[in-house]
C-alpha cells in the first residue's frame, strides 16, 4: 500500500528533477516532493509550467509501479481522476478532464500533470507523478490568460497549496491502486468525469501527424479511440487533443457525485 513521506523545499528548479534524483538514489515509492515556488516548472510537450510562489500546487511522487512500461497508461491517468475528484467533491467546481491528462474547469486548464518514468527492460524502475495545480492565482501571464484558471478565480475561495494536496493524496493512492489491480474500472472512472470522452468532435496533433474525429472513449490501456469520417477507429497513444466546435464548458455533462460502486 502507498503511504506518503514529505519533503517540502522553498525554491526549486522543478520538483519532478528533485523527484527523479532522489528516486535515482534508491528513494522509495511513496516519497512525495512539494516546493513554494518552481524556477523551471514544466509541461508536457516541452512547454513550461508558471509557478509563482505560493500560488500553486507542485508537487511530485516518486512510484515504482509493478507493472511493465505498456501497462503504465492507467498510473497516468490516476492522477487526472484524483485531482478532477478532488475538484468536484471538496470544492464544489465542475472539473472536467481532457484527455490525457488535463483537467480543466469551465473550460480553462486548472491542472496539469507530467508524468515522467525510467525504464529498464520492459518494466518501470520508476515514475515520477508531477502534479501542478493552479490553486490562488488571481490572475495569469497575459500568454495563457484565456485558458488557464485557479481554484481562487473559480471559487473566490482562499486554499492553501498543502490544503488541497491533503485532499487529493487519499485519491492519488486510491486510483493509482484501483489503475494497477483493476485498471477497467479506473478508466470508466476516467470517462466518466470527461466530458469529450465519447462524441466529441475533436482533432489530434501527434509525432505521427493530425487526425481528425470523433472521441469514442479510451481502448483498456487508456489510449483515446477516435473515429474518423470514414469509420476508421484510431487509437491515439500521446498527442494534443483539440476540441472542435462547441466549447468544453457547453459539452459538461458530468455528474459531481462519488464514483459508484
Ligand atoms: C502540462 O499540462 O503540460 C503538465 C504540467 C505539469 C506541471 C507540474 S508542477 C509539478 C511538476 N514539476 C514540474 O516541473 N512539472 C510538474
Same mark, same amino acid.
Given at each position: 500500500?502507498?503511504?506518503?513521506?514529505?519533503?517540502?523545499?522553498?525554491?526549486?528548479?522543478?520538483?519532478?528533477?528533485?523527484?527523479?534524483?532522489? $528516486?535515482?538514489?534508491?528513494?522509495?515509492?511513496?516519497?512525495?516532493? /512539494? +516546493?513554494?515556488?518552481?524556477?523551471?516548472?514544466? &509541461? @508536457?510537450?516541452?512547454?513550461?509550467?508558471?509557478?509563482?510562489?505560493?500560488?500553486?500546487?507542485?508537487?511530485?511522487?516518486?512510484?515504482?509501479?509493478?507493472?511493465?512500461?505498456?501497462?503504465?497508461?492507467?498510473?497516468?491517468?490516476?492522477?487526472?481522476?484524483?485531482?478532477?475528484?478532488?475538484?468536484?467533491?471538496?470544492?464544489?467546481?465542475?472539473?472536467?478532464?481532457?484527455?490525457?491528462?488535463?483537467?480543466?474547469?469551465?473550460?480553462?486548464?486548472?491542472?496539469?500533470?507530467?508524468?515522467?518514468?525510467?525504464?529498464?527492460?520492459?518494466?518501470?524502475?520508476?515514475?515520477?507523478?508531477?502534479?501542478?495545480?493552479?490553486? $490562488?492565482?488571481?490572475?495569469?501571464?497575459?500568454?495563457?490568460?484565456? /485558458? +488557464?484558471?485557479?481554484?481562487?478565480?473559480?471559487? &473566490? @475561495?482562499?486554499?492553501?497549496?498543502?490544503?488541497?494536496?491533503?485532499?487529493?493524496?487519499?485519491?492519488?493512492?486510491?486510483?493509482?491502486?484501483?489503475?494497477?489491480?483493476?485498471?477497467?474500472?479506473?478508466?470508466?472512472?476516467?470517462?466518466?468525469?470527461?466530458?469529450?470522452?465519447?462524441?466529441?468532435?475533436?482533432?489530434?496533433?501527434?509525432?505521427?501527424?493530425?487526425?481528425?474525429?470523433?472521441?469514442?472513449?479510451?481502448?483498456?490501456?487508456?489510449?483515446?479511440?477516435?473515429?474518423?469520417?470514414?469509420?476508421?477507429?484510431?487509437?491515439?497513444?500521446?498527442?494534443?487533443?483539440?476540441?472542435?466546435?462547441?466549447?468544453?464548458?457547453?459539452?459538461?455533462?458530468?455528474?459531481?457525485?462519488?464514483?459508484?460502486?
Amino acid at each position: 500500500m502507498l503511504g506518503f513521506t514529505f519533503l517540502r523545499f522553498d525554491t526549486v528548479s522543478s520538483t519532478n528533477d528533485v523527484a527523479r534524483e532522489l $528516486a535515482v538514489a534508491g528513494e522509495a515509492e511513496g516519497v512525495c516532493v /512539494i +516546493a513554494r515556488e518552481q524556477t523551471a516548472g514544466r &509541461g @508536457r510537450q516541452g512547454r513550461s509550467w508558471s509557478s509563482p510562489p505560493g500560488e500553486g500546487l507542485y508537487l511530485s511522487l516518486i512510484l515504482r509501479p509493478p507493472v511493465s512500461a505498456v501497462d503504465s497508461t492507467p498510473i497516468t491517468l490516476a492522477a487526472a481522476v484524483a485531482v478532477a475528484e478532488t475538484l468536484r467533491l471538496e470544492f464544489h467546481t465542475n472539473a472536467d478532464i481532457k484527455w490525457p491528462n488535463d483537467v480543466l474547469v469551465n473550460g480553462r486548464k486548472i491542472c496539469g500533470i507530467l508524468v515522467e518514468a525510467a525504464i529498464e527492460g520492459k518494466r518501470i524502475q520508476y515514475a515520477v507523478m508531477g502534479i501542478g495545480v493552479n490553486i $490562488a492565482q488571481p490572475a495569469f501571464p497575459q500568454q495563457i490568460d484565456n /485558458i +488557464a484558471t485557479s481554484l481562487f478565480l473559480e471559487t &473566490g @475561495r482562499t486554499v492553501q497549496p498543502e490544503e488541497f494536496a491533503e485532499a487529493m493524496l487519499p485519491r492519488i493512492q486510491h486510483w493509482y491502486e484501483t489503475g494497477i489491480s483493476q485498471a477497467a474500472r479506473l478508466i470508466a472512472r476516467w470517462e466518466e468525469l470527461s466530458s469529450t470522452a465519447h462524441g466529441c468532435p475533436v482533432s489530434i496533433e501527434s509525432a505521427d501527424g493530425s487526425v481528425e474525429g470523433t472521441t469514442r472513449g479510451l481502448t483498456a490501456t487508456g489510449a483515446l479511440i477516435v473515429e474518423t469520417s470514414t469509420g476508421e477507429r484510431r487509437e491515439i497513444v500521446s498527442g494534443e487533443v483539440r476540441v472542435r466546435g462547441a466549447a468544453i464548458t457547453e459539452r459538461f455533462t458530468g455528474s459531481a457525485q462519488p464514483e459508484k460502486e
